[in-house]
């Protein structure tokens, strides 16, 4: 029974309200909105499971273009992997050996797309975290953090960012990571986010954590190999995977924000006053 | 290279300084404190793999106190397991079925142990999060947050709470869980949390995620038995493990904070001039 319980309060922490109960903060059919195909990657590993990640074309474009390319050209098909798994910080993916020839007209040196102008929020958080003066959301399912009129994806738990080297490098794209744990706010701004793992990151978060410095894997048998990566747009259409953000520009979606800032029901007898933006992810589904 | 220069590069956001190096932040030797034995507790599970956690005996007495009962009665040793993992939230372990007698003296229903009196802190974060007024560290390795006088232990990653039914049950400490994701602080204060894991968390935090509502597995094959849970000072001295908590009380650990809130080097461009304090846990080691 306790268990029982203590399940059902905290599915009030992970999950959106019943659709049968009418709350303030209940979507509307219409609120929730198909992500494009050309968002969505599919990385499928060589056990069978896939995790898909959203791009985030907006705010990264020009890694975002290299992403396409390299997926078009079924660069990540062959001689890739998950080749790095550190404990409460990422799962990292693409080439361990870094040798293989990227895709025709990949940038190699892309522009530093850490950050943008802004805002684009159409909603936001009541109060500001250690990290920046305000957080909130895109009117299609994106968080974002900023200062002033400049504003940036935050590191949070499933979101993207692409490996890079040493300031000034950026990274191509071709090796990217995860967060899988608690969210590492410090890169922000010092890194690329191209996107957010919405689908499968369990996949990457069970897998064994490498024993290597950081996370890496010290044999390449340790390795989840990497088998395809695709667009759901480069799929056939009876194919493609289909998901659905949740529209931030409603009233529906401010009542959401402040009952993840205040807890409510029988479990909860302190609300907090307050959440940071990678304890209130924007809703993310499988279209039903 | 450029995963090593990037592994490099991050070294610094979840590792101490390199002892070679005469920074500010450097700890001396006498900064390393051991953990009393009565605060270890060693839980190893049937694959062989064990987990230990630091018991909060200061925080949640009575608590703690009936986890040490429960480990000198070995309660933990038969009929338990890892039962729960639920992705970017928790891992959870004790008795699935709820039905085992708990051991003689165990207090059932404790009082609520989710904040007490303070503050206890000897060094604090420079700004504030959505969760607290302000957060810290005691001078023995423990976070806290707190408003005003009263404080509290954070539901930080690796973090250790005392599962319950609905309020005002409190949960006994026979059904434990730790954070195994993005830290979910709207729990602050309506938990009692009693330790933190130390050592050993990716053998939680690797397993399988279950697939019934909230993580919990939906066949008992799925789950991880335990084996035993043993205080260290129930153990045969040369079987004892150590570990050590870094001393807050200097200026060492003041420069210490301040690095972790503008992360610096060849790295990072764009220091954040802030930390949560669940991305600033206080440093612990095994004893060298």
Request: charged share 20%.
């Amino acid at each position: 029974m306790l268990n029982f319980l203590l399940a059902a309060a905290l599915a009030q922490a992970v999950a959106a309200p019943p659709a049968a109960a009418a709350l303030p903060s209940d979507p509307l059919p219409a609120d929730w909105v198909a992500v494009p195909d050309d968002e969505l990657l599919v990385f499928t590993l060589a056990n069978g499971h896939s995790f898909t990640v959203r791009l985030a074309s907006r705010y990264a474009p020009v890694h975002v273009a290299n992403i396409r390319k390299l997926a078009a050209a079924q660069w990540w098909d062959a001689g890739t992997s998950v080749y790095r798994l550190q404990d409460n910080y990422v799962a990292q993916w693409g080439d361990a050996t870094e040798k293989k020839p990227l895709a025709a007209g990949v940038v190699e040196t892309p522009p530093a797309e850490y950050s943008h102008a802004g805002p684009t929020t159409v909603a936001r958080l009541a109060q500001r975290d250690p990290y920046s003066e305000w957080a909130g959301y895109s009117r299609d399912g994106w968080p974002l953090a900023g200062n002033g009129a400049t504003e940036w994806l935050p590191h949070c738990y499933g979101m993207v960012g692409v490996a890079r080297d040493l300031a000034p490098s950026t990274g191509s794209g071709a090796e990217l990571y995860t967060v899988i744990g608690h969210s590492p706010r410090a890169l922000d701004r010092n890194i690329a986010v191209v996107g957010r793992v919405i689908d499968g990151i369990e996949w990457l978060s069970s897998l064994p954590r490498g024993t290597g410095d950081l996370g890496f894997y010290t044999t390449a048998g340790e390795r989840s190999p990497i088998v395809s990566a695709r667009l759901a747009s480069a799929l056939p259409a009876a194919a493609r995977p289909h998901f659905e953000y949740r529209r931030a520009d409603n009233p529906r979606f401010i009542a959401w924000i402040a009952s993840r800032e205040n807890r409510s029901g029988p479990f909860f007898t302190v609300p907090a006053g307050g959440a940071d933006i990678c304890a209130a992810l924007p809703p993310v589904r499988k279209a039903p």
